[in-house]
């Protein structure tokens, strides 16, 4: 089973996009899902985060910014990304919270740039 992410683009400063991500195949029991976030030469970071309860969280550098949804009834993750800045530049995941192996797909390419 992987978690495919599409959406992105290339997106001018102060932008916006949303993100997908759906799931094939029986993936289990989930807790808690995130967007994933892997900068050239960088580290793969969490940046939102859903939990069933409801609750989200939000890396600093997105507060405000970003909004993480699930639509449970289409078993699709969501992120919209609002005054998107360079920094952003990033390929996005989706995986569940703690991440799993299987889960990781081949993620969507996002590119902010004047």
């Known amino acids: 089973v992987q978690l495919q992410a599409f959406g992105g683009g290339l997106v001018h400063p102060g932008g916006s996009l949303r993100l997908s991500c759906a799931a094939s195949g029986n993936i289990g029991s989930v807790n808690a899902w995130g967007w994933y976030r892997q900068a050239p030469g960088k580290q793969r970071e969490l940046v939102a985060s859903?939990?069933?309860?409801?609750?989200?969280n939000y890396a600093n550098s997105v507060k405000g910014r970003f909004t993480i949804s699930r639509d449970n009834s289409k078993n699709s993750l969501y992120l919209q990304m609002n005054s998107l800045k360079a920094e952003d530049t990033a390929v996005y995941y989706c995986?569940?919270?703690?991440?799993?192996?299987?889960?990781w797909g081949q993620g969507t390419l996002v590119t902010v740039s004047s």
């Open positions: 995986n569940s919270i703690p991440s799993r192996v299987r889960f």
């Open positions: 859903f939990y069933v309860s409801g609750i989200t």
